[in-house]
């Protein structure tokens, strides 16, 4: 055989046994670029968050009043800025609360500032200082929908008068007439307090406004079946499971209105179907969405780790991770470097050896001593050629894990290929005896090491 | 009543008002005394001697009332904690208590004699008298196996768990002894919590260190255990067809939900579902089989259709129609929902926010809960054990340790208005020295045959408080013990309606419901101005009738099934 055929053949076999390993698919390229370079900074700075606030915090001025005085300029009396105790919470969720606090004291007059450090609080789910905030908020920019609005839902979900909670939607609804998510939680809480009729006409408004909106055909319908009218309630919720099928919620429902209409096989089926459901249609609320997203508690960073994860979105994912590991959840750290891992395997085997590189690195240091990792690292320098760089991670994959028959034949290749083929042929030999099996042992035949020799 | 169940036009339905509703500002007079020093009750639950935030150590706390000697008066049992990590269990720590009513009213702590000192990690208890010996019996349901405790009928019992068949090991909580096949034996319901792993972590919203929701853990199913005559008990959860549902059972109800004379079983989830099983009938002598019929009935979610956090549970006619209405406690911003039953095969409708019961309670996390006439005027008021289970903010004035001073709160007193609506008396039970508790279990009976129905709340962390009810008196009463002879013991699951005139009142006799705890077996009836009945029907449980002739109110009479007629006391 000629030199050239033989290192054709070699770099052949080499790429063969050099199987990246564990399987696992990666989020699409373009979109890893796009998140590779942000989820770097993310790393840096949360990181160097982590050392300025891990500590004890600096308390922003407790118990500051804001200035009396609201965005006309006109004075009014001071307010106190709520101050929640939050010796026991984590991290990130202090640093939030610190910052959204100093930067509305900070500000004084702007309900904008206020506002959201309100949000932050609703987040965490402070309700009794959320409740206040929003309060002052609101006092400030009485125009201003979100606070009323938010204010509302807050006092809502604290069992407040039922005559507040009625008249604060009303306000919000004043400010915001086309709004229909507002019509939403108004007519939710009217279903609450007993208040049927007033909340099927908030239902039957948000409809109005869009007549696409799975959670107000839902609601017109669960306030049809407590009015005993079946047929609307079958209308409405038929409906919704029209525009929504998959909504658990719409199916209960339905099992119900079936039930009063004394038609029990469907019944029976919507029951059935309802038990096979999980996901529940949400309302597309701008407001309150906004207050969801700025939840850092282990919770709701566990769900953005998780869906991050699940669509691909790895910049949601690290972000979720990093401040998870700050809250002290050591899992966090391995699932991010095991998504890390996934993706630069996918990268690789899509033949993006640049981004790969740039993903083992960073998977390396989120999970350091993986010979997983150092293996697939060093198969894609091989691949391109780095011969060097490439046996230096098949050593420390060996080093970590020196029974794998994988790395010491990729070693031998990489020795090979350096030109020192007796230590290649060290680890070839060393690979077969792992594995009898392993490619290694034919590596070594066409070298012309007999048994003999390999003793 | 039917008002409150449906309503087609765009008014608000009223419902009658046999009695105008108490302004909540009738909380001047103190309508519960508590009791507990004077009555010599000692008992101080310590759900952990760390702070370590364990599931079990928040939802312990069961309590009963049970006349173990047969002397006639309501003794009391309470469950207590320990190390929740079973290897860190102190040796002669806290143990479940047994408290002996004495002739002069004062309560005399039995366990060491009686046997009952159960030290495994408490969370409820259920009494009946399994073998019909006539003395009842003790289920002690623990975060660990639980225990069959037979009455030995001289002041002890025996633990023959093993004996019997009945051991159940995991995280059980509360349980209830009903007769499911007719076959003069009482079966036990266990519901069961979560397959509970001490080493996880939770935090709370906020961020900060808490004590894990069921979420955390694997769900689990109840196990129904069937009785064998009296002498063991066989696990027959699957051939029933309650062992493919997993949730997160913490309350359990038996009553008769269609109606059919075969006691069917409501069981409160928590963050689950929560079940309806109907009883299918004995379709073979000796099985007995069931089917959930929760979500066509409409009591597995709210009327929003989100599976809630149930706690405690009751059946029973809060709106005066009939029927049984169902009554969930919950956790906070959740509120509690009452589930009113609209008869027959229409189900159930959530009346939480028309019967006033929800929206009050948003704030609170409901646990235990009763349901009884407090000042006798013939309707049903309700008595709501609280107390968080999260960590949140410390509550001022509170002198528990950490995390235990973030979770108290007060209890809820609700006085219903003849219809089905209540009004919140505020802090009923609040008095200078109890302040706010971790309220858990809930016992009901009267303790001081005065005719009214008196309390026994379980706290965590604290003493156990025997509540005197001192409401003001509206009407006249009548107590009724509902007794089997052939079976020697009470008729749990029988069906008494009071008849005056056009007015008709039911009340089911039953020991097990609420939330971990265990009542007394007399049925209990304010008859508001009425002076005597006209006569008393007794459905018993195997779905036969008989009438016994009227009687004067204001005293307690026996029903001896097969008798015809009362006896005194």
Redesign the interface.
């Known amino acids: 055989m000629g030199r050239a055929s033989r290192r054709k053949r070699d770099r052949a076999q080499a790429a063969a046994a050099a199987e990246l390993k564990a399987p696992g698919n990666g989020p699409n390229r373009r979109r890893a670029l796009a998140i590779a370079a942000v989820v770097a900074s993310v790393l840096l700075l949360s990181f160097s968050s982590w050392l300025r606030y891990s500590g004890s915090v600096p308390h922003p001025n407790p118990g500051a009043e804001l200035p009396g005085r609201d965005s006309s300029g006109a004075k009014r009396p001071a307010a106190v800025l709520p101050d929640?105790?939050?010796s026991?919470?984590?991290a990130?969720?202090?640093r939030a609360i610190f910052q959204a606090r100093k930067a509305a004291l900070a500000r004084p007059g702007s309900a904008t500032a206020v506002g959201a450090f309100c949000q932050v609080l609703h987040a965490?789910?402070?309700?009794d200082e959320a409740s206040a905030c929003y309060g002052i908020a609101r006092e400030l920019d009485p125009k201003d929908f979100r606070w009323v609005y938010l204010l509302a839902g807050v006092e809502d979900?604290?069992?407040a008068d039922?005559e507040r909670i009625d008249q604060l939607f009303i306000d919000a609804i004043r400010l915001a007439p086309l709004f229909p998510p507002v019509y939403v939680r108004h007519a939710?809480a009217l279903?609450?307090?007993?208040?049927?009729?007033e909340a099927r006409n908030a239902y039957t408004k948000a409809i109005e406004l869009d007549p696409g909106l799975v959670l107000a055909h839902?609601g017109l319908g669960?306030a049809a079946?407590?009015?005993?009218?079946g047929p609307t309630a079958v209308e409405h919720l038929q409906y919704a499971a029209s525009l929504s099928p998959d909504d658990?919620?719409?199916h209960?429902?339905l099992?119900?209105a079936?039930?009063?209409t004394?038609r029990?096989d469907q019944?029976?089926d919507a029951?059935r179907k309802?038990?096979t459901l999980e996901s529940?249609a949400s309302l597309p609320d701008s407001i309150f969405f906004a207050v969801e997203s700025l939840?850092?508690?282990?919770?709701?960073l566990q769900g953005r780790l998780a869906r991050g994860l699940r669509e691909g979105d790895y910049n949601m994912a690290a972000e979720a991770a990093i401040l998870l590991e700050e809250?002290?959840e050591p899992t966090a750290r391995q699932q991010l470097a095991s998504a890390s891992k996934q993706r630069a395997r996918q990268l690789a085997m899509d033949g993006d050896y640049d981004d790969a590189l740039a993903e083992f690195e960073r998977a390396a240091r989120l999970a350091p001593g993986d010979p997983e990792i150092e293996h697939n690292w060093g198969t894609v320098l091989l691949r391109r050629g780095d011969l060097k760089e490439a046996g230096r991670h098949f050593e420390k994959a060996i080093e970590i894990n020196p029974d794998s028959a994988d790395s010491l034949y990729n070693l031998g290749v990489v020795l090979e290929g350096l030109g020192r083929t007796d230590e290649a042929i060290v680890r070839f030999t060393a690979a077969t005896a792992i594995n009898p099996q392993h490619v290694a042992a034919t590596r070594l035949a066409e070298l012309g090491v007999t048994s003999d020799r390999q003793k | 009543m039917a008002a409150l169940g449906v309503a087609c036009t765009d008014s608000q339905p009223t419902g009658s008002s046999r009695h105008p509703a108490e302004p909540a500002a009738a909380a001047a007079t103190q309508w519960f005394t508590d009791i507990s020093d004077e009555a010599g009750l000692d008992f101080v639950h310590q759900a952990s001697p760390g702070d370590e935030l364990h599931l079990p150590a928040i939802s312990a706390g069961g309590a009963a009332f049970l006349d173990y000697d047969n002397d006639g008066d309501l003794d009391i049992y309470l469950t207590n904690g320990n190390h929740v990590l079973p290897e860190a269990r102190i040796e002669d720590g806290p143990s479940n208590r047994l408290y002996r009513r004495g002739d002069d009213g004062r309560y005399s702590d039995v366990t060491a004699e009686s046997g009952l000192g159960d030290s495994g990690y408490g969370m409820g208890v259920a009494t009946g008298d399994f073998d019909n010996d006539g003395w009842i019996d003790v289920f002690v349901t623990n975060y660990g196996p639980d225990r069959l405790y037979r009455n030995q009928g001289d002041g002890s019992f025996a633990d023959i768990t093993a004996a019997a068949g009945a051991g159940v090991d995991g995280m059980s909580a509360s349980a209830a002894f009903c007769d499911f096949d007719h076959d003069g034996f009482l079966d036990l319901y266990i519901t069961r919590y979560v397959d509970y792993r001490p080493n996880k972590p939770c935090t709370g919203k906020d961020g900060a260190p808490d004590f894990c929701g069921p979420k955390s853990f694997r769900p689990v199913h109840d196990v129904l255990l069937r009785n064998e005559s009296g002498k063991t008990f066989s696990d027959v959860s699957e051939a029933a067809g309650i062992s493919t549902t997993l949730a997160a059972g913490l309350g359990v109800v038996c009553l008769d939900a269609d109606g059919d004379g075969w006691q069917d079983v409501y069981v409160a989830n928590d963050a689950y579902p929560n079940q309806l099983w109907i009883n299918q009938g004995s379709a073979a002598p000796g099985t007995i089989s069931f089917r959930d019929d929760s979500l066509v009935l409409g009591v597995a979610y709210n009327l929003h259709g989100q599976a809630q956090a149930g706690m405690g549970v009751i059946a029973d006619d809060l709106d005066g129609n009939g029927t049984y209405d169902l009554f969930l406690t919950h956790l906070m911003n959740e509120a509690n929902t009452f589930y009113g039953n609209l008869g027959g095969a229409a189900g159930y409708q959530d009346l939480s926010g028309l019967s006033g019961l929800g929206p009050t309670s948003m704030p609170f996390t409901g646990f235990g809960v009763a349901a009884f006439d407090a000042e006798l005027d013939g309707d049903l008021d309700l008595f709501i054990a609280n107390g968080k289970v999260n960590v949140t903010q410390a509550v001022p004035g509170s002198d528990y340790p950490p995390p235990w001073n973030t979770l108290p709160e007060p209890n809820l007193f609700y006085l219903n208005d003849g219809s089905g609506r209540f009004n919140r008396l505020d802090e009923p039970v609040r008095t200078p020295v109890t302040g706010h508790q971790i309220s858990r279990g809930v016992a009901s009976g009267d303790i001081d045959g005065d005719g009214d129905v008196d309390l026994l709340v379980a706290n965590l962390q604290d003493r156990a408080r025997l509540y005197r009810n001192d409401a003001p008196r509206r009407g006249h009463w009548l107590a009724v013990r509902a007794f089997d002879p052939k079976l020697r013991r009470d008729a749990l699951g029988a069906r008494v309606t009071l008849v005056m005139g056009e007015q008709r009142t039911a009340r089911t006799v039953a020991t097990s419901f609420g939330y971990l705890a265990s009542h007394s077996p007399w049925v209990h009836f304010g008859v508001g101005e009425a002076r005597s009945i006209d006569r008393i029907e007794v459905r018993w449980p195997d779905g036969s009738d008989e009438v016994f002739p009227g009687t004067q109110a204001d005293r307690t009479i026996t029903l001896l099934r097969g008798s015809g007629e009362p006896l005194d006391g």
Request: glycine content about 6%; hydrophobic content about 45%.
């Open positions: 929640p105790d939050t026991a919470m984590t990130p969720v202090v965490h789910w402070l309700y979900i604290r069992g039922s939710d279903l609450r307090l007993g208040r049927w009729p839902r669960q079946i407590l009015m005993g009218d658990r919620i719409v209960v429902a099992a119900r079936y039930t009063l004394n029990p019944a029976a029951a309802a038990q529940e939840a850092v508690n282990p919770v709701s809250s002290g």
